[in-house]
């Protein structure tokens, strides 16, 4: 079905959404980048993020034939495109998107750092060890620091020594000596950072935190205490929504490729 297919709409105002369009575009498709009427057989690509009206104009027009690769959905909307008898499929967690992403995460933020100081033999805490986390620790041992891993599974502790990090176990956050760290990365989606974590280390510290929002970061508190911290969600987007486009798209045109039957 999908190589048989000549149409793409893409859809959704988003920066990293003309890039997805020049993808597919150059593959020889005819892309329709947010059609008033219905193109019939096309295959739908959403921005990552929609908002109300968007997706209820989306709601409106897509047929029962259609193929939706989607973001962030509302409950709602994921409900009615569903009981439409719409084929969804979620694009955010394809392995070749959350890779990249995390990379291009990780260059931004260190690029972001980079204007506060040199990195180079500088000690860095990471906070969680999933894709961001290693693709932050790797960018930070690439440009010369120091480079700890703070995790709650003891099982990542091979792995994490094995890429040339040390290791903290965050359940044992009382055995280790934090002031000689000048940066820390957080990227759990989780409150790790809180009062009594904050207090171990130097209020000279400088944080960073590219969890999804509220973060892991007690801010309140940082700012009382004078510490500097903010959070930086969505970096591929922001930073680099070309870059960022062609992640989805070649994602998705991948993952559209491995999983289409002889029948289709």
């Not at 906070?127 to 986390?133: A, D, I, K, Q, R």
């Not at 990542?156 to 965050?170: F, M, S």
Request: proline share 5%.
């Amino acid at each position: 079905m999908w190589q048989s297919m000549r149409d793409i709409i893409v859809f959704g105002h988003d920066p990293r959404m003309e890039s997805v369009a020049g993808y597919f575009y150059h593959l020889g498709y005819d892309v329709y980048e947010n059609p008033e009427e219905p193109v019939a057989d096309a295959c739908v690509i959403t921005a990552p993020k929609l908002s109300e009206a968007e997706e209820d104009a989306l709601c409106a027009y897509v047929t029962d034939d259609q193929i939706v690769y989607h973001g962030l959905l509302s409950a709602a909307c994921l409900q009615k495109l569903q009981e439409n008898g719409i084929t969804c499929k979620p694009y955010l967690q394809l392995e070749k998107l959350v890779t990249e992403n995390a990379q291009l995460t990780a260059q931004g933020i260190l690029s972001i750092a980079g204007r506060d100081a040199v990195l180079l033999e500088s000690h860095c805490l990471v906070l969680g060890y999933g894709h961001c986390g290693k693709a932050i620790a790797d960018a930070l041992l690439k440009a010369g620091a120091h480079v700890d891993v703070a995790v709650r599974r003891r099982e990542l502790k091979a792995e994490i020594e094995q890429h040339a990090c040390g290791y903290l176990n965050l359940s044992q956050w009382d055995r280790y000596a934090y002031d000689k760290y000048s940066y820390v990365f957080n990227t759990i989606p989780a409150m790790v950072l809180d009062a009594g974590h904050l207090q171990w280390f130097s209020p000279s510290i400088l944080i960073y935190d590219i969890a999804s929002s509220p973060g892991g970061t007690d801010f309140a508190y940082c700012k009382a205490r004078g510490i500097r911290a903010d959070i930086y969600p969505g970096i591929p987007g922001k930073l680099y929504p070309k870059e960022a486009g062609r992640v989805i798209a070649s994602g998705i045109y991948e993952h559209a490729l491995a999983t289409e039957t002889p029948s289709d």
